[in-house]
């Protein structure tokens, strides 16, 4: 690794350290809970306690009823499938999307190692990009945010179904999984519906302030890293203007009512603002 990618690296290690010490481990724990109960101990039976749980054969060797103790299950996966198409290399608010992209998944995925948790990652485009299997540690962690830096797609286009249908066929037990991209897709509705039945999905939108009004630069060429075009757009129109901040809107309206629809939890975090405020909020929302 070069010095310049072992910088950034050690950068996004220090800042999301930092955030999910301070600031999530609390919120993260009580947002994310675990499933099913796992057995602790056992103990003497107080009255109220329910007959079912009783341990009979502790209760049989000391001649004195002992009932079993459950605790909730804390231990989970937490997988973060990440959109790596060309529209995350946009931004300007000092920084790409994919940058930001790479803060919050680094993030999230110390959270999930603070609370034990295993952390796997799913690359995609419209394609499956890479896949990094679920594991615990410090070094797994370090492997992903390396990967998040300077990992380079095949292809710049989007297909979240391809992304959503590889997660649901490859993760088998139920888990926590954040999708992180900024939608600009369609006919995701049934690969997401039948992923946030089997399991429990998150979604963030990563959008940059500029995507939602153009300003008034006169002609501007524009180029799509997705389809590889380009295009000149006269930006002193005011209905050019206008158009493109209702499609914008239209957009996001469409991508707010899918995932209320299926009843994902989702926030909006923007290049070169503080994204701990939208995170936080979601957390406390859950917990």
């Not at 955030?19 to 039976?45: D, I, N, P, W």
């Not at 004195?64 to 931004?91: A, I």
């Not at 299926?262 to 975090?269: L, S």
Request: charged share 30%.
């Amino acid at each position: 690794m070069d010095n310049e990618i072992l910088k950034k690296v050690r950068k996004i290690e220090i800042k999301a350290r930092g955030l999910s010490q301070q600031m999530f481990s609390g919120e993260y724990h009580s947002a994310f809970k675990g499933h099913g109960m796992a057995f602790s101990e056992v103990r003497e039976y107080q009255y109220g306690d329910d007959v079912r749980d009783i341990d009979w054969n502790v209760t049989a060797r000391l001649n004195h009823p002992y009932v079993k103790v459950f605790e909730e299950e804390r231990e989970m996966t937490v997988m973060l499938l990440v959109d790596v198409s060309g529209s995350n290399r946009f931004g300007t608010h000092h920084q790409f999307k994919e940058e930001l992209v790479a803060e919050v998944a680094a993030t999230l995925a110390f959270s999930a190692i603070q609370n034990n948790d295993k952390v796997g990652v799913i690359l995609f485009s419209d394609r499956i990009e890479k896949f990094i299997p679920p594991k615990k540690g410090s070094t797994h962690i370090l492997r992903i945010i390396r990967e998040l830096i300077t990992f380079r797609p095949e292809s710049n286009g989007t297909d979240i179904t391809t992304g959503l249908k590889y997660f649901t066929n490859v993760i088998k037990k139920r888990c926590t999984a954040f999708l992180l991209s900024d939608f600009y897709d369609e006919g995701y509705d049934d690969a997401l519906k039948i992923a946030a039945e089997k399991h429990d999905l998150v979604a963030i939108r990563i959008a940059d302030e500029k995507e939602r009004r153009l300003p008034d630069l006169g002609l501007v060429k524009f180029y799509d890293p997705e389809s590889a075009t380009t295009l000149w757009v006269d930006t002193s129109s005011r209905q050019t203007r206008d158009l493109f901040a209702k499609t914008y809107s239209t957009y996001v309206d469409n991508v707010k009512s899918i995932m209320q629809r299926y009843g994902i939890d989702n926030t909006e975090v923007l290049t070169g603002e503080d994204f701990v405020k939208p995170l936080l909020k979601l957390f406390k929302m859950r917990g």
